[in-house]
């Protein structure tokens, strides 16, 4: 199998580039193993110093000028870069955040309103509803501990992020579409098909798990 991924390009947003770089990198535990031949274009011209050096951390081997070579500050394989393991840049100063235990029927509200007051339309509202709450009802099932939702919105995208105490240890989490007898993990999956990124960061202080929806389409933004 050969396979051409190009998901970094220097128009893409902080948190795009953040997650793209955290992509870059699983993909190597993600095909640990497999025969495969990769190849991830990075345009040196456009993208920046600091987005150079992440793709040296996480590609062995680079091709450049016609010429080949391993990296001397490839990481260990899986291990993530820092702008794919720090914790997330804090809420926007106007965030509004509502602590859930036991009911989700008012985190539901809240997203649905403030989806419907970013100019999210119907549908996409209702994807993020399902969203959130698909995060949220995992703190009911596998905490003890109350979650935080957060949510703020600019012209472009409305952010949902929900924190609590639990704990992912699996760095694929999500990105796997489980098998049709799996007890668990569906919900993770879903989230990542109807969002139009997510973030997930989890440490033994706890998780969070931070969903963009883009106001516009993403093709409109690109």
């Known amino acids: 199998m050969r396979y051409v991924g190009e998901p970094i390009w220097a128009s893409r947003s902080?948190?795009?580039?953040?997650?793209?770089?955290?992509?870059?990198?699983?993909?190597?535990?993600?095909?640990?193993?497999?025969?495969?031949e990769i190849l991830c274009p990075?345009?040196?011209?456009?993208l920046a110093p600091a987005v150079l050096a992440d793709a040296r951390r996480t590609h062995s081997l680079l091709l450049s000028g016609g010429h080949s070579g391993t990296r001397p500050d490839y990481a260990?394989?899986?291990?993530?870069?820092?702008?794919?393991?720090?914790?997330?840049?804090?809420?926007?100063?106007?965030?509004?955040?509502?602590?859930?235990?036991?009911?989700l029927s008012q985190v539901r509200a809240?997203?649905?309103?403030?989806?419907?007051?970013?100019?999210?339309?119907?549908?996409?509202?209702n994807d993020l509803v399902l969203a959130v709450s698909e995060v949220a009802a995992n703190t009911l099932r596998h905490t003890r501990s109350s979650g935080t939702l957060t949510i703020?919105?600019?012209?472009?995208?409305?952010?949902?992020?929900i924190h609590d105490e639990g704990v992912i240890t699996d760095p694929l989490a999500g990105r796997r579409?489980?098998?049709?007898?799996?007890?668990?993990?569906?919900?993770?999956?879903l989230v990542h098909q109807v969002c139009d990124l997510v973030e997930l960061r989890s440490d033994n202080t706890g998780t969070t798990i931070r969903m963009h929806?883009?106001?516009?389409?993403?093709r409109q933004r690109n």
Do not use: Q
């Open 14 to 36: 902080p948190a795009e580039l953040r997650e793209a770089t955290k992509h870059e990198a699983l993909i190597n535990l993600a095909f640990a193993g497999a025969e495969a």
């Open 42 to 46: 990075y345009d040196s011209t456009a």
């Open 76 to 103: 260990v394989p899986f291990r993530l870069p820092s702008s794919g393991s720090l914790p997330l840049p804090a809420p926007r100063d106007d965030a509004m955040s509502y602590t859930y235990r036991t009911d």
């Open 110 to 125: 809240l997203v649905l309103k403030h989806a419907m007051d970013a100019g999210l339309p119907d549908a996409r509202a």
């Open 152 to 161: 703020w919105h600019d012209p472009d995208e409305i952010i949902c992020e």
């Open 177 to 189: 579409e489980p098998p049709p007898d799996a007890l668990g993990g569906h919900g993770l999956w």
């Open 213 to 218: 929806m883009s106001v516009s389409s993403p």
